[in-house]
Structure formats: C-alpha cells, structure tokens
C-alpha cells in the first residue's frame, strides 16, 4: 500500500469516494485496490511509463527472438540471457531520467 501513497502523490492515481485512507494519506491495508484507485490517464508521467514498459517488452521481445533463432540454427535449448536493469528511471536534480541500455555485439 505504501507505493500506491508514492503513485498518488506522484499524481498517477486518485483514491475513490469508498477508499479507506489513514490520516497521514495511507490505504488501509485489505482494500481491493481497484475498487479505491483510480489511473490518471493524462498525468505527465504517462507517457513516461508508456515508454519504459515498451522498452521492457521490446527487451524482452529481442531475447526470446535470439534464443528461438539460435534453437533454429541448432542449438540446444537452455537458459537464457535476458538483459537485466536496461531500463531504469532515476531522479535528478532536475526531474527524472529514463536511460535505456542497449547490448551492442563486439565482433
């Protein structure tokens, strides 16, 4: 419940009529938090996590292509190497920053 107060405050969501909230803006704990949230479609941090999920799946997406590839060209099934942290969003001094980080194969 605690990330949904840092989401409200960040203007990402609104508490419904029927949400239960302690006095320093907390949810109570047992909430269905659909039923007392609301997402704030045109908050200015919309398109922000718009761009970092895609990010993510378009990480995702590239890693699971490889791996079926490299299966297609014979190879043995087995773990993958997803990328891991390539997206990351930090606060700076003047906002916040999302970086992306791209593996580049070195021949």
């Given amino acids: 419940?605690?990330?949904?107060?840092?989401?409200?405050?960040?203007?990402l969501v609104q508490y419904t009529a029927n949400a239960e909230v302690s006095a320093e803006g907390?949810?109570?704990?047992?909430?269905d938090l659909p039923s007392c949230?609301?997402?704030v479609d045109d908050?200015?941090?919309?398109?922000?996590?718009?761009?970092?999920?895609t990010w993510e799946i378009e990480s995702a997406?590239?890693?699971i292509s490889t791996w079926l590839d490299?299966?297609?060209?014979?190879?043995?099934?087995g773990?993958?190497?997803?990328?891991?942290?390539?997206?990351?969003?930090?606060?700076?001094?003047?906002?916040?920053r999302l970086v992306r980080w791209i593996g580049v194969p070195l021949d």
Avoid at 70 to 77: L, V
């Fill in 37 to 39: 949230c609301l997402w």
């Fill in 1 to 11: 419940m605690y990330l949904v107060r840092e989401m409200y405050a960040a203007g």
């Fill in 26 to 31: 907390y949810l109570h704990i047992g909430q």
């Fill in 79 to 96: 773990h993958r190497e997803d990328p891991k942290y390539c997206v990351r969003l930090g606060q700076t001094a003047d906002g916040l």
């Fill in 61 to 63: 997406h590239s890693a």
């Fill in 43 to 53: 908050s200015p941090l919309t398109e922000l996590l718009d761009t970092a999920s």
């Fill in 70 to 77: 490299n299966i297609e060209r014979g190879a043995q099934p």
